[in-house]
Nanobody, 123 residues
Framework: QVQLVESGGGLVQAGDSLRLTCAASGRTYTYYTMGWFRQAPGKEREFVAAISWSVGSTYYSDSVKGRFTISRDTTENTLYLQMNSLKPEDTAVYYC????????????????WGQGTQVTVST
């Protein structure tokens, strides 16, 4: 069992930056990939970014590529999402999850979701 706690969300203006943090505890050695997903009101949860925990390879959705950066601190079991040039369409609850699969961006492949952190971007 892995426990995840997200933090760092808030209300910002378009063009601002935020850094989200996901602290992991428990059986963290059992997963290969950690990822960020988001869910806006009335929409399904969508993939944002993911990272291979051991190797550090990263991949992003097209909507955030070039603006967001995912990273991890393996010694602290912490995942980050640096979000720059935020847009109103980035408004959502952001969740982190872990997966036992390599290089996946499918929501159903992830689990142990945290409670989420709200990001609101105003115009």
């Amino acid at each position: 069992q892995v426990q995840l706690v997200e933090s760092g969300g808030g209300l910002v203006q378009a063009g601002d930056s935020l850094r989200l943090t996901c602290a992991a505890s428990g059986r963290t050695y059992t997963y290969y990939t950690m990822g960020w997903f988001r869910q806006a009101p009335g929409k399904e949860r969508e993939f944002v970014a993911a990272i291979s925990w051991s190797v550090g390879s990263t991949y992003y959705s097209d909507s955030v590529k070039g603006r967001f950066t995912i990273s991890r601190d393996t010694t602290e079991n912490t995942l980050y999402l640096q979000m720059n040039s935020l847009k109103p369409e980035d408004t959502a609850v952001y969740y982190c999850g872990v997966s036992e699969y390599w290089n996946t961006r499918i929501s159903n492949d992830f689990g142990s979701w945290g409670q989420g952190t709200q990001v609101t971007v105003s115009t």
